[in-house]
């Protein structure tokens, strides 16, 4: 399962909430450790080995998951902030391109987390306008590429129920 939306929309915190539920694995959002480390210099290499280390990240816990495996991002967004922050322009290198196109197939559902909690401030952020740009963005993306997705709204354990709604239906694998 992974969930996308924009920054401070509670990815982070509903991956490992779930994780926990239901005695699995979460894989946390690479970018944000690059973001940091490199304090937010990057270039169009760096966000290829975001999505490259994010996929092994994927592949690793994947050994270690019970059921599901609660992934906090993907390559899909990894580009759509390359690209609104301007560190990665057209044309994106294209194993960047390869990993987010593989996004609709690779998960087995994708969960947006809607920005309806509050922005919670942070220095890496931008703000809670630049929030609103990108979650437009991310629900446009999804919807050119025809992937499916369900919104998941209010607290973290509203939120949870939601997609344990979405998982519970499934036939076990």
């Known amino acids: 399962m992974v969930f996308v939306g924009a920054e401070s929309t509670g990815k982070s915190t509903l991956a490992e909430y779930l994780a926990r539920v239901y005695d699995s694995v979460s894989v ?16 169009a290499d ?14 690793e816990a994947m ?6 495996l609660f ?5 899909l967004t990894t580009l759509l902030l390359g690209l609104q922050f301007g560190q990665v322009t057209p044309p994106a ?4 391109l390869r990993c987010a196109d593989e996004c609709a197939a690779r998960y087995a559902h994708t969960f ?4 309806d909690i509050p922005y919670e401030e942070q220095e890496v952020r931008e703000n809670e306008a630049w929030r609103g740009r990108i979650q437009r963005l991310v629900l446009q993306d999804l919807e050119a590429r ?26 076990p694998a």
């Open 28 to 43: 946390p959002e690479i970018g944000r450790f690059i973001w940091e480390q490199k304090q937010g210099k990057l270039d």
């Open 46 to 59: 760096d966000y290829v080995d975001i999505a490259l280390k994010h996929r092994q990240a994927e592949d």
């Open 63 to 68: 050994q270690r998951a019970r059921r599901w």
């Open 71 to 75: 992934v906090d991002t993907n390559a």
């Open 93 to 96: 290198p294209a194993e960047l």
């Open 112 to 115: 947006v987390c809607a920005d």
């Open 146 to 171: 025809g992937i499916p997705y369900t919104i998941v709204r209010g607290s973290v354990e509203e939120r949870a129920a939601q997609v344990m709604g979405v998982l519970d239906a499934r036939p």
